[in-house]
């Protein structure tokens, strides 16, 4: 990237801490401010920044558009379905790609296990809301009190002994999951399959998906599927990061050290 380029871009998240005037945008870049001006007139010009009566400088409308729209085209599914092949490749089970839609949590990808056992579930097929793991980690992310109205109203069908019972039971479960930031379905909604999950989340950090990894006993006991926790941990966090668009660290930690090293003017 061009040093230029490299220097306007790293004005916008010193203007998301808050508005800054010419004399602070110089100092944060180690540039003089007729090198700062430049730079922020060009965003101005772009509508990026916005320059108050004040004359001290904040982030534009016209990003906030940019950022909402492409909030709005961003594609879970498409983003994470490279990442849920690799998984796949790596333990070879089940994997499953999960949203919150209508009052339903909905699988909208799946990647079936390479060992002759299937999966019944289909994309596009509603989960046993009350006992899967994707669905545990998506309302847990939802506030108390619309947890508590949504637990309320479901029924809880005993699909085995491991099934939960109750609305109170269920949301206790809900509250482990939110702590712990993972969930499983041992045995809840057929005896012999187990199932574990974990949150991708936006920008925001609200969960805006869940995927999860199953596989029957015949396979692989429970206590062995938990073994692969820690990779889908970090495979719905390269989901997470790459959905929300943030920068991986080698690049988060230039800019930190950019931060105490002033560039020097060109």
């Known amino acids: 990237m061009s040093q230029t380029v490299d220097r306007a871009l790293s004005i916008l998240p010193l203007l998301a801490e808050g508005p800054a005037d010419l004399g602070q945008v110089a100092d944060r870049l180690g540039v003089h401010k007729s090198t700062a001006l430049r730079l922020l007139r060009t965003l101005l010009e772009h509508g990026l920044v916005f320059r108050q009566s004040d004359q001290r400088y904040r982030l534009g409308a016209r990003l906030f558009a940019l950022a909402q729209e492409a909030v709005e085209n961003l594609d879970v599914r498409e983003i994470a379905h490279p990442h849920l092949l690799a998984l796949n490749e790596k333990c070879g089970h089940t994997v499953h790609l999960a949203v919150y839609e209508e009052q339903e949590v909905v699988y909208i990808d799946k990647v079936e296990s390479r060992y002759p056992v299937r999966m019944y579930s289909r994309i596009g097929k509603p989960v046993a809301i009350t006992v899967a793991a994707v669905a545990k980690l998506l309302l847990s992310d939802f506030p108390e009190a619309e947890r508590r109205a949504i637990a309320e109203k479901l029924d809880y069908p005993t699909y085995t002994s491991r099934s939960t019972p109750n609305a109170a039971a269920f949301l206790r479960e809900l509250d482990k999951v939110r702590e ?8 809840g909604h057929e005896e012999s399959i187990n199932c574990i999950g974990a949150p991708i989340r936006g920008a ?25 926790l820690p990779l889908v941990r970090r495979t719905a966090d390269a989901i997470s990061r790459e959905y929300s668009g943030a920068v991986p660290e080698a690049k988060a930690d230039a800019r930190s050290d950019a931060k105490t090293t002033p560039l020097k003017e060109a």
């Not at 712990?180 to 045995?187: E, F, N």
């Not at 925001?204 to 596989?215: F, K, L, P, T, Y």
């Open 180 to 187: 712990q930031g993972w969930a499983t379905d041992l045995g």
């Open 204 to 228: 925001d950090g609200r969960v805006v998906a869940a995927m999860s990894v199953s596989a029957p006993n015949v396979v692989v006991t429970a206590e062995e599927l938990l073994t692969l």
